[in-house]
């Protein structure tokens, strides 16, 4: 079964300084993964993805992500904060084998538990 | 391009009243996903639609529970007999069917389902 685990409820930055969000998944075959961010009383926003290929991400708003197979991890990743960042971070992973009765768009993704980014100026 | 339109944003209901929660994708998209997010637990996949099809219903409780997303109008989420532990926000995402598109997800603001 596919789960997704984000370990910390909360991170605290300071303004500028970088950032890591963490996440680690299990899947029974190859990881789809994906950051969402949501804002307050705002549904939530894609950041970016790991499909294949490279294993460093880039996406919107600065950030990154790092796909790590032999940690099954996810990081996201920013290298200088910014108060604006604050917000909820939502780790998710599908697996790349979705049941066949699917029709080729997109099966279940699980979310994490969310991570709470607080950025001080 | 609207995005992803759901409605209302907040909704109250007492115990044992129905709640309807309605929900547009962006155009262009065929494909409709039902999550719920409770506090402390993140978001919950309840259930997944095509139009007049439900795909996967497998996060949805057995009881009281039904979704929907008819060939015309939005879908809808209904929950019939309501409690207090359903009280959470209901979210609404699509996205549009291509091959090779291993997708993102577009969310609704979501509605806030209040059970007094």
């Known amino acids: 079964a596919q789960s997704v685990a984000q370990p910390e409820d909360q991170v605290n930055v300071a303004e500028g300084n970088p950032l890591t969000v963490k996440c680690t998944y299990s899947?029974?075959?190859?990881?789809?993964l994906f950051w969402y961010v949501q804002y307050p009383n705002r549904g939530l926003q894609f950041l970016l993805k790991?499909?294949?290929?490279?294993?460093l991400v880039k996406g919107s708003y600065g950030f990154e992500a790092e796909f790590n197979k032999s940690q099954t991890s996810f990081h996201l990743k920013k290298p200088s904060a910014l108060v604006s960042d604050s917000a909820l971070y939502f780790c998710?992973?599908?697996?790349?084998?979705?049941?066949?009765?699917?029709?080729?768009?997109?099966?279940?993704?699980?979310f994490g538990k969310g991570t709470k980014l607080s950025v001080k100026p | 391009n609207a995005g992803v339109m759901q409605n209302p944003r907040h909704l109250v209901r007492r115990r044992g009243q129905e709640a309807r929660l309605r929900c547009s994708p962006m155009?262009?998209?065929?494909?409709v996903y039902w999550y719920r997010q409770l506090p402390e637990e993140g978001l919950k996949f309840m259930v997944y639609?095509?139009?007049?099809?439900?795909?996967?219903e497998s996060g949805m409780p057995k009881e009281r529970f039904s979704a929907e997303f008819p060939k015309e109008g939005p879908s809808i989420l209904r929950i019939q007999q309501v409690v207090r532990g359903d009280s959470a926000a209901y979210f609404c995402?699509?996205?549009?069917?291509?091959?090779?598109?291993?997708?993102?997800?577009?969310f609704g603001s979501g509605t806030q389902l209040s059970v007094l």
């Open positions: 995402a699509s996205s549009r069917i291509r091959e090779g598109d291993n997708e993102k997800l577009f």
């Open positions: 899947v029974s075959g190859n990881p789809y």
């Open positions: 790991y499909i294949t290929g490279d294993n």
């Open positions: 998710a992973v599908r697996d790349s084998l979705p049941p066949v009765n699917y029709g080729g768009s997109q099966g279940n993704l699980i």
């Open positions: 155009k262009g998209h065929s494909h």
């Open positions: 639609l095509q139009k007049e099809n439900i795909i996967d």
